[in-house]
């Protein structure tokens, strides 16, 4: 080899040598770290994930049935007794005691904290050790299996904190044999920002799936009490979205979709009243004219009526058969399980339509028991 070829290849290896650092993770010194601590990250959660087979989302069946509940007193057990064969977790919120998540896991149900908060409980790195702790306390002291957070309504600028926070709450949680979940909204476009259907993206949804045990979408609150529009709390296409939306995102595996187990009624004049209902339809005076519609491409039963002021009232509800047709898109996108905000609102036809998908499938013989799926 002669020596101007020698030189030309040496010159080749300097400027591949010092482009690489460029191509392989360049940018600011923050961005790399980052980028390294998300591998190392997602690379000890395989290990962990391998080591720990309990991780994975608990389920008696087919699928997993996981609601929210809130815990009253004593007696709550009881209120879980008559589905407890079905439940395989509960989110509880309402100060719930060692015992009554020691007769939860008798009967075979897991238990979650449900925790709430503001950017003050993670902006910081003492904020967000602090309240991880706290968490881990309560899941010690209580027995929990698991946190369920449910941040909502934080501003979008708070989204690195709250990755951080994400990463070292699952951290530490799985350090310790608990889990990690979330409640996350419907969120299909990141410059929507003017309610809870579109809230601000202040998380990630890739650090979500890639931090968390499970992933409730709360499939919800399509039109909300202090917005302006009127229609159902939720409908099949609209919930259909939302799951396909997080499918690209979390692994399917620890999907949940979130279900409403009530109603809104609505008083159609302006400034005209508007409250949510924990029953399927309108509690109105015996001989109240009521007219009922079913919409089908929402797939929800309305109601209309007049109150004793004669002002006119839509009533949205949301009851088996708007149920019915959300457990056809569970079916049909192949999610895990289902969550009902909150259990004791469930009704008992609900309950029979739960547990008629939960044991025999999508389908009966001749095809018809499920709605038409747009």
């Known amino acids: 080899m002669n020596l101007e070829k020698w030189i030309w290849r040496c010159s080749i290896l300097m400027a591949v040598l010092v482009a690489a650092p460029w191509a392989y993770g360049g940018g600011s010194e923050e961005t790399n770290r980052a980028e390294a601590r998300s591998k190392v990250h997602q690379e000890n959660g395989r290990t962990r994930q391998a080591n720990k087979p309990g991780r994975e989302l608990k389920s008696k069946g087919r699928r997993c049935i996981s609601p929210w509940f809130i815990y009253r007193d004593e007696d709550s057990i009881e209120l879980l007794k008559p589905n407890a064969d079905i439940i395989a ?74 990755d951080l926070f994400l990463r070292e709450a699952s951290e530490k949680l799985h350090e310790h044999g608990k889990k990690l979940a979330i409640c996350v909204s419907y969120m299909m476009s990141t410059s929507r920002t003017t309610s809870k259907t579109c809230m601000p993206d202040f998380y990630t949804p890739k650090i979500v799936g890639e931090t968390c045990d499970m992933v409730r979408v709360m499939c919800y609150d399509m039109y909300s009490r202090s917005g302006k529009g009127v229609g159902p709390m939720s409908t099949q296409p609209w919930a259909k979205d939302a799951m396909r939306f997080w499918l690209k995102y979390v692994p399917r595996k620890k999907l949940i979709m979130g279900l409403p187990a009530y109603s809104g009624d609505f008083e159609m004049t302006f400034g005209g009243k508007r409250k949510w209902v924990y029953a399927d339809r309108p509690v109105v005076p015996e001989g109240t004219e009521i007219e009922r519609v079913w919409l089908p491409y929402e797939q929800v039963n309305t109601y209309r009526y007049l109150d004793k002021k004669g002002c006119i009232h839509f009533f949205f509800s949301s009851d088996y058969l708007s149920t019915r047709a959300h457990l056809e898109t569970v079916e049909r996108l192949d999610i895990p399980g289902i ?9 008992p036809e609900t309950w029979k339509v739960v547990r008629d998908w939960h044991q025999r499938g999508p389908r009966d013989e001749d095809g018809s028991w499920w709605l038409v799926f747009p």
């Not at 719930?96 to 939860?104: D, G």
């Not at 969550?339 to 009704?347: C, G, L, P, Q, R």
Request: net charge negative.
């Open 339 to 347: 969550a009902f905000w909150h259990y004791e609102a469930v009704t």
């Open 89 to 162: 977790s509960l989110s509880i919120t309402g100060g719930a005691t060692r015992k009554f998540v020691r007769q939860c896991h008798e009967l075979g149900v897991e238990t979650y904290l449900l925790v709430g908060g503001k950017e003050q409980s993670f902006d910081t790195p003492e904020h967000r050790k602090e309240t991880i702790d706290g968490y881990l306390r309560q899941c010690q002291e209580i027995g929990f299996d698991g946190i369920d957070l449910d941040h909502e309504g934080i501003d979008g600028k708070f989204r690195a904190s709250h």
